[in-house]
């Protein structure tokens, strides 16, 4: 082939290099933009309500920071994936726990680890989250796709509530039932399903629900909407009150069922050190409040900045949330005051508290056992 002609190809070859060059400079970043846009959606985050960049945490009397160290014991080991809340019938002897695969499973939780037997004991599908028992005996479980379910004693499962004020619960969260048979639950949001929970905490929206269910009549009754991804719910002791805990705002609020503040919202215990899930009265004075994880400097800022948080949602899109560390146990007074924190930095994902005689049990939406503290290994004076 004559030169001319070879140089005439290699020029269209580089010309063609060149254009497609070209196209990719300018194609790649807007694919990448396109599918950035993709990933964010509608979602539009806003700023969270106040300021939640207070430089100290709350501090409690006593912090225990490395509870796996030797005072701590795996049960059910294996056997229980991922349980999430923590409910004890003190008739039956039974701790009562919803599971990621769907089971209710229930065991004696006073026996040593490798005596604890597992029963899987009511099958009812997607996640179940809240338990909490009735004066009846029977076991409501808030299940977060179906919505609050009734464990009957016949062995069947009724829906008791998927939906208030005609918007259906998306996330029916934490439970808890008072004396007289009153169930009052968090549907945490009324927009996100809970495989995309952590979307509405980057949202930094209000689309949680508190709620009530009379059994006697069937009535739903929303207590108090517009509320930041709202968990655990815990009756105070006298029953005039429910404590209920606003995770991504770290903070826990009291809703006055009866008395003069009927109604009324006040502030409880803000500026947790951590993320808060369920909460339980412990029996004894205090109310045990589980925190999923620690704050960060990383969750600080991110809270901090919506515009961060939009961007967050490609990345926990693609490959989850990033991991909360050093979580545990807050037991604060009846008045909220902050007395010990059981904790450590390898637990992760701690999701409910809940006392019983000597020992605090930990569930988590993580890990396969529920943790036992035996508390009288902690002395006042640690
Ligand atoms: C409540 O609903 C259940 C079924 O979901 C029904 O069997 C029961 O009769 C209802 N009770 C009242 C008081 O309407």
Redesign the pocket.
Known sequence: MPSSQTAAAAGRRSLAGFTLRVLLFILTPLAVAVFLAAQIGDIDPAPFPRGLDSPESLVAEEEHPAVLGGASERLGDGLLPGPEDLVYDEKEGFLYTGCRDGWIRRFRPTAAPLDVVVEDWFHVGGRPLGVARSPDGTIVVAEAYQGMLRLNKDGSV??LADEAEGVKFKLTDGVDISSDGLIYFTDASHKYHLDAYPLDILEGRPNGRLVSFDS???QTTVLARDLYFPNGVSLSPDQWSLIFCETPLRRCRRYHIQGEKKGQIENFVDNLPGYPDNIHYDGDGHYSIAISGRRSKFWDLVMKHPLLRKYLIVIVKLVGLPPLSRAGVLSVSLEGRPKALYSDRDLSHISSGLKVGRHLYMGSLTEGHVLRLDLSKFPLDA
């Open positions: 009724s829906l006697s009549n069937n």
